[in-house]
């Protein structure tokens, strides 16, 4: 019987099989959780009912993060089917492809801070809000995906970076808003994997090889690893951890100096 036994879990975010929402899925998966997963669009819909196909699950619901209608749609049904949820897992992000390269104030505007900062970090407590009627009495628990451009300069994360931070702090305050209700809420900060987000960072590739010579491990992370984090911090096990960023990178953030 895996950590996850029971658990009913939502995860959003999940866009291809080189996601972190995948290997996160796969993780919960293998750990006994039942999952129900939301895709973007209509574009994605098939994908997404494919790879929750290889997870056991049926469940699938379309979300934009920006949509309240849609937020509250996809609450609404997991109470009708599930009654109660005991976990969701917030792995979505956006910054426009302009905000992403160069000087950092060159490629910022209002209209690409707002809607970065809608995404990435409000639409985690548009999450919480929504579900926390149905986390009542269940040890429930939240996990959101976050990078160390949050706190660190990283070249043409730029945007990103800001609403990483955002993320972060949204983080810490969701966990003492909800502390009271046994509901734990917390981040993983994971290197960096070749994703379908990653690609629009420029000289990502370039970034990779860095990484590797850096971390204390050599090496960079994978999908799988950082799904296996996910699986620990959601289960009860992790039952005294919240507010925290917890550091799947390989050990880079602890380097200073190479």
Not at 167 to 181: D, F, I, N, V
Not at 192 to 209: D, H, N, Q
């Amino acid at each position: 019987m895996g950590i996850l036994a029971g658990k009913k879990i939502l995860v959003v975010g999940l866009a291809s099989n080189r996601s972190i929402a995948w290997g996160c899925a796969k993780a919960l998966h293998e750990q006994g959780a039942e999952l129900v997963f939301t895709y973007q669009n209509e574009k994605l819909k098939g994908r997404v009912e494919d790879m929750a196909a290889q997870c056991g699950s049926n469940f699938t619901m379309p979300l934009d993060v920006t949509s309240d209608e849609q937020m509250a749609e996809v609450f609404t049904e997991i109470k009708n089917q599930w009654g109660g949820l005991d976990s969701f897992i917030h792995a979505v992000a956006y910054a426009p492809r302009e905000a992403l390269e160069g000087d950092f104030l060159e490629g910022i505007s209002r209209d690409a801070f707002s809607l970065s900062h809608d995404i990435s970090a409000y639409s985690y407590a548009a999450m919480a809000k929504a579900a926390r009627p149905l986390m009542q009495d269940r040890n429930a628990s939240m996990l959101a995906m976050t990078y160390l451009g949050a706190e660190r300069v990283v070249p043409n994360y730029n945007l990103m970076g800001a609403a990483k931070a955002s993320l972060e702090a949204t983080t810490r305050y969701m966990a003492s808003s909800l502390g009271p209700e046994n509901i734990r809420v917390n981040a993983i900060s994971a290197g960096p994997i070749r994703t379908l987000a990653a690609s629009g960072i420029s000289g990502f590739k370039e970034m990779l090889k860095s990484f590797e010579g850096a971390a204390p491990l050599r090496r960079c992370v994978t999908i799988e690893e950082v799904g296996n984090a996910s699986a620990f911090l959601l289960s009860d096990l992790a039952s005294a951890i919240t507010g925290e960023i917890m550091y799947v990178d390989a050990g880079f953030n602890t380097v200073g100096m190479v």
